[in-house]
């Protein structure tokens, strides 16, 4: 279950990072010259968001972490996608999407050390093969998504896949629960 979490998360993302840039120009109608600026601010925000992401871990408990960012993830980037034709908000929404996105990123990673604390090696190397297998899904449905749907519906249905890994995390969640007692 704990690496169902990365696969439909990182699927989601993948959905619509991997066409990112006519995502920004076709589907939002940023002008083509601001998509490099609207990148480096992406990238920020991944900085950004794995540092948030670490400390509320360590603050607020993975699960916290995992459910708050995932749900902030997808507030994030259905307002990203309703902000066409406006750069300011485009530029507003991106940030905060990729700043949510990969806050998770080390919250998960301390949950699936958590789960098998003896088997921690092999967990995250499984989670690596995962999530390289989350990014090619993504990309070939983006893909096909793309081919017969407006772009801006890439993101609609990348939500789908982070809300798949929010019923992972709060199924984890019952079940670490339960089994305690």
């Known amino acids: 279950m704990g690496l169902m979490i990365t696969l439909f998360w990182l699927s989601g993302y993948a959905l619509v990072y991997v066409y990112i840039s006519p995502f920004l120009t076709k589907g939002l109608k940023l002008s083509a010259n601001l998509v490099v600026l609207a990148l480096f601010v992406f990238g920020i925000a991944c900085l950004v968001g794995s540092k948030i992401g670490g400390y509320c871990a360590d603050r607020y408990g993975v699960i916290n972490t995992l459910l708050v960012s995932m749900v902030c993830d997808i507030v994030s980037l259905s307002f990203l996608t309703i902000s066409i034709n406006s750069a300011i908000y485009i530029f507003i929404f991106l940030f905060f999407w990729s700043a949510t996105v990969w806050s998770v990123q080390p919250a998960q990673l301390a949950n699936l050390a958590s ?13 690596q093969s995962v999530s390289q297998m989350s990014m090619a899904i993504g990309s070939v449905l983006g893909g096909v998504i793309i081919s017969f749907s407006p772009m801006t519906s890439l993101a609609w249905l990348g939500n789908i896949g982070v809300l798949g890994s929010i019923i992972c995390v709060l199924f984890l969640k019952r079940k670490l629960v339960t089994d305690k007692f």
Do not use: A
């Open 115 to 127: 789960l098998i604390p003896s088997q921690t090696s092999m967990i995250l190397g499984l989670n």
